[in-house]
């Protein structure tokens, strides 16, 4: 099983541009997590999806974000336009069933200058 | 409403040493209690899990007990090792009623030889 797949690993990019991270969850699990982790929030829930439905977007910090799960094998988070203050490590999560536990996958290491 | 409480870290152990890292929460209903671990520059791993109350969950020399009545999921290791530093999560999810998935805020442990 090659896990769950997220890229870039790394994104440096100049601030109002817009930045799209892609993550391709584990075959045949029907939840997705997108989470965000910085040194001084921790690690935040963005949103969930769940048989490709957005259930809970409550984490998402403004606008400027959005996610989408087109299909069970993709899903996008972007953000347009992005801010200094959005550089964090972005890590996507899948689960066989909600209540379950997850698995993560490397991350995308996101800098905004 | 529904938290996971951890013990402030950092930790700084010897090697061999006894580690307990305590973990406390509050759910309504019967939540699954989980610990992850996360290494530098990875995502979170699930470290182990208990889906019941009195069940042990166990990995790699880790233990945590479901205990219901004091509404705790400590994780202790008997002797610890250099490879044991990271960073490790609690969590908890309640897939009755409104699905939620709830981590701890992460305790630092650093292990020296």
């Known amino acids: 099983d090659a896990g769950v797949i997220q890229s870039p690993r790394h994104e440096v990019t100049e601030m109002g541009q817009e930045v799209t991270l892609r993550c391709k969850p584990i075959?045949?699990?029907?939840?997705l997590f997108w989470y965000r982790q910085t040194m001084m929030r921790g690690l935040e829930l963005l949103i969930y999806f769940n048989n490709n439905v957005p259930i809970d977007d409550s984490g998402m910090p403004e606008d400027r974000f959005s996610a989408k799960m087109p299909n069970a094998s993709f899903s996008t988070l972007k953000i347009q336009p992005s801010e200094p203050r959005d550089s964090a490590v972005y890590f996507c999560?899948?689960?066989?069933?909600?209540?379950?536990?997850?698995?993560f996958g490397p991350g995308t290491r996101l800098t905004v200058t | 409403g529904n938290s996971v409480t951890q013990m402030e870290g950092p930790v700084t152990l010897s090697e061999e040493a006894f580690l307990t890292i305590n973990c406390t929460y509050t759910a309504t209903g019967y939540p699954s209690l989980f610990w992850y671990v996360q290494y530098p520059g990875e995502g979170l791993q699930l470290l182990l899990k208990?889906?019941?109350?009195?069940d042990k969950g166990s990995n790699k020399g880790f233990e945590a007990t479901y205990r219901k009545e004091t509404t705790s999921f400590h994780l202790e290791k008997g002797s610890v090792q250099v490879s044991d530093s990271a960073v490790y999560f609690c969590a908890l999810s309640r897939a009755s009623g409104t699905y939620k998935y709830i981590f701890g805020t992460g305790t630092r442990l650093k292990v020296l030889a």
């Open positions: 999560a899948s689960s066989s069933k909600q209540g379950a536990e997850q698995y």
């Open positions: 075959s045949g699990h029907n939840s």
């Open positions: 208990a889906t019941k109350a009195d």
